[in-house]
């Protein structure tokens, strides 16, 4: 029972019920009837009117003021009213025993009073008691209260997490660049400052991270210029002139794959259908002309929507990444419950589990000092995941228990 939703639900449900259940108590007690002690006392001194009107010869016939049997009266004894009654009697002086019994399914009771013959005298005892069809009505009215209850605390519990919804909308709504979508200002005072300041907060990330992106772009286009005066200078040299180009290449590789993780960033493409299958056997054929050892396992016709060129790019950095950290690499391709999953298992040394979640950080390398002689600046699958993940892809990856790292993209099928 996580949910506050459910929460709120159940304490308004639950409070209205606390209500209704302590205003039908002081109803019960209203309409159950006086205490025995209001009822006993004047049936009481009409019992002793009675046993002195019969005298001890009177026999019971239907022509007596009053029923006389030679046993009480047939029923269920009522201690409490039976009680109440004999010391009533006592009381006021009137040796004799008296029972007050009850019969099923009939309203009121009997008192059943001794006489001084061990004869009983049957006195029916006034029904106080509130009518039958009262508690039907009470219960009916319960229930009406209990159903009402529910739709009304439902209500009232979505108005109240209403913002707590607009908060986690807008999270789910958050873009590949972590800038949250506009919310309309409208609804309660409250509704209103809460998607006022969320506006406000994603025009500044917004413009945070464009300020970032251009001044990655202007440090990786301005780190040329410097490149190019070294490299012309670098000519001229006798000793290490081939290390020193070797430096100057790779400081050229980063920053071309820099400009090119902005560009990814700042620039889209147009969303269409895009055959994955078809996009998948072009980047295979382009890999093995490159001397690439790229293998298709199987290739299931599936269309995904996406930017195409963006999409080739991606596809096409984890490709060479495991054709080039892991030997050689299969690709398959299959459509199953509604998604688009493509694999890409490779026969490398893996990454160590304790690295995985690092390794689409920019400039991430297994083991630098081991791999600096691979072309690269370790942008590829940072660029490839940023790309997947804005067309609403999922990319994962993991340790083959055999060898190998096995690289899992998933779509949605949107067509």
């Known amino acids: 029972m996580t949910s506050l939703r459910r929460r709120l639900i159940i304490l308004l449900v639950v409070s209205i019920l606390g209500v209704v259940g302590l205003a039908t108590f002081v109803a019960v007690k209203v309409l159950g009837g006086p205490s025995p002690e209001l009822i006993m006392g004047p049936l009481a001194h009409q019992i002793q ?13 239907s022509d007596a003021p009053v029923v006389v049997n030679d046993r009480p009266a047939d029923g269920v004894e009522d201690r409490k009213h039976t009680k109440v009654l004999n010391e009533i009697l006592r009381h006021d002086g009137l040796n004799a025993s008296a029972v007050v019994s009850r019969k099923a399914g009939v309203p009121g009771m009997v008192a059943s009073v001794e006489l001084p013959d061990h004869r009983w005298m049957i006195v029916d005892v006034p029904d106080f008691g509130p009518p039958r069809d009262v508690w039907y009505g009470l219960a009916g009215w319960m229930v009406l209260i209990v159903l009402g209850a529910t739709p009304v605390s439902i209500y009232f519990t979505g108005v109240l997490v ?29 509704m209103r400052a809460t998607a006022h300041a969320l506006n406000e907060l994603s025009a500044r990330l917004k413009t945070a991270m464009e300020s970032r992106m251009r001044l990655v772009a202007a440090a990786g286009h301005d780190l040329r210029t410097p490149m190019t005066r070294m490299r012309l200078r670098a000519e001229f040299l006798d000793e290490d002139r081939e290390k020193w180009l070797s430096d100057l290449d790779e400081l050229d590789r980063i920053a071309d794959s820099a400009i090119r993780l902005v560009r990814e960033e700042v620039n889209q493409d147009a969303v269409e259908p895009v055959a994955l299958d078809r996009l998948v056997r072009d980047i295979q054929v382009e890999m093995v002309s490159l001397g690439h050892a790229v293998t298709i396992d199987h290739l299931e016709h599936v269309s995904v929507k996406a930017g195409a060129l963006g999409l080739r790019r991606a596809l096409r950095n984890l490709i060479v990444n495991a054709a080039t950290h892991g030997k050689s690499c299969t690709v398959s391709l299959t459509g199953r419950g509604g998604q688009a999953v493509l694999t890409i298992a490779d026969r490398g040394p893996g990454i160590p589990p304790d690295l995985l979640n690092k390794a689409f950080e920019p400039f991430f390398r297994v083991d630098p000092a081991r791999t600096q002689f691979i072309p690269g600046a370790g942008l590829g699958l940072a660029i490839a995941k940023e790309i997947i993940e804005r067309y609403g892809g999922t990319i994962t990856l993991e340790n083959k228990s055999g060898g190998g790292l096995v690289q899992t993209v998933v779509f949605d099928l949107g067509i």
């Not at 009117?49 to 016939?61: E, I």
């Not at 913002?163 to 309660?188: N, Q, R």
């Open 162 to 190: 209403r913002p707590l919804e607009m908060l986690e909308a807008a999270v789910s709504k958050i873009g590949s660049d972590g800038v949250l979508a506009t919310l309309p200002e409208k609804g309660s005072a409250e």
């Open 49 to 61: 009117y009675m046993v002195q009107l019969v005298p001890g010869h009177v026999p019971s016939s």
